[in-house]
């Protein structure tokens, strides 16, 4: 991903610090992509902008631990749903609520959230930072299972 994807150098400087911590870990095992739930089109700059937008008003991230990352969108209109299955893998599935939802998981999931992550507001970059790196100090706030405390 090129510099101009973020909003800001402080954006890009986070984002390396993930990645610095995860390979401080000893984070090596990215998951396993089952070919069933993988993207079905290439995505585009727009394609990341428009799911980036996507993900800000209706999506979530949890964690616990590296490996159990997990991001989802709710949303009544399917077309959106599948149109984000199509470009980025996960499945969509119903609702008790009459709601769809698409959810990616694993190794996509991580891949999803540090792809939108500059584009998003701080709010949205902090819950990242806190299901990526449970148990970890980020700045002065400290992430255990996606919980932020501090």
């Known amino acids: 991903m090129s510099r101009g994807w973020f909003r800001s150098q402080r954006s890009l400087q986070q984002l390396g610090e993930l990645t610095e911590r995860a390979h401080s870990m000893g984070?090596?095992?990215?998951g396993r992509l089952t070919l069933r739930l993988a993207p079905t089109e290439e995505a585009t700059p727009h394609d990341f902008i428009w799911a980036a937008g996507i993900y800000e008003g209706e999506g979530n991230i949890n964690g616990r631990g590296y490996h159990g990352t997990c991001v989802r969108v709710s949303q009544k209109d399917t077309?959106?749903?599948e149109r984000l299955r199509a470009l980025f893998g996960g499945s969509v599935?119903?609702?008790r609520d009459g709601c769809r939802q698409w959810s990616v998981s694993g190794a996509r999931a991580r891949g999803f959230a540090m792809s939108v992550y500059g584009l998003l507001s701080p709010r949205r970059q902090e819950q990242i930072r806190g299901a990526l790196l449970p148990g970890i100090i980020f700045g002065r706030k400290l992430y255990?299972?996606?919980k932020v405390y501090g």
């Open 27 to 30: 984070v090596k095992n990215l």
């Open 79 to 81: 077309w959106i749903l």
């Open 93 to 95: 599935s119903g609702r």
């Open 144 to 146: 255990i299972e996606g």
